[in-house]
């Protein structure tokens, strides 16, 4: 876990800074640095109505008095994907728009679930009560 995390936070901001580097040899880099910030302008700005639409579902949820899992984990994925588009890059961006998607939300969300089963599935919980300990 912990060399997944140091390649995701080495690996992925060199990338970025190419990619960058890359397309402000192409477009120019006032043009580059527009679209970063056009991007997490628009971005932020579609979490934000994503992500009222999504409370909207969960206080719905709520007052049908059904549980709002599903509700819950797009407001989640909505949230990451905020913050990616606030982070400047392209790949960052890509995939903030993906998780702004329902459809790309609804793919991300089964492999999360996926994952959280197989966790779960793994724990091993032992609790031993005595009566000592009860009163």
């Known amino acids: 876990m912990l060399l997944k995390l140091f390649l995701a936070f080495t690996l ?3 990338a970025e800074i190419y990619l960058l580097v890359r397309v402000g040899e192409y477009i120019g880099a006032l043009n580059t640095v527009a679209m970063v910030v056009l991007t997490g302008v628009v971005g ?5 109505v994503q992500g009222i639409h999504t409370l909207y579902k969960i206080r719905t949820s709520l007052q049908q008095r ?4 599903r509700e819950l984990m797009d407001a989640v994925l909505i949230l990451v994907a905020g913050i990616l588009l606030l982070t400047p890059g392209f790949i960052t ?3 903030g728009i ?3 998607l329902p459809m790309g939300r609804a793919v991300v ?3 999360l679930l996926k994952k959280i089963r197989s966790w779960a599935g793994r724990q091993r919980v032992h609790i031993d009560i005595s009566s000592r300990d009860l009163f």
């Open 98 to 100: 993906v998780l702004l």
């Open 93 to 95: 961006d890509t995939a």
């Open 12 to 14: 992925i901001p060199i």
């Open 44 to 48: 932020a700005t579609l979490a934000r």
């Open 66 to 69: 059904k549980i709002p899992s």
């Open 109 to 111: 969300r089964k492999q």
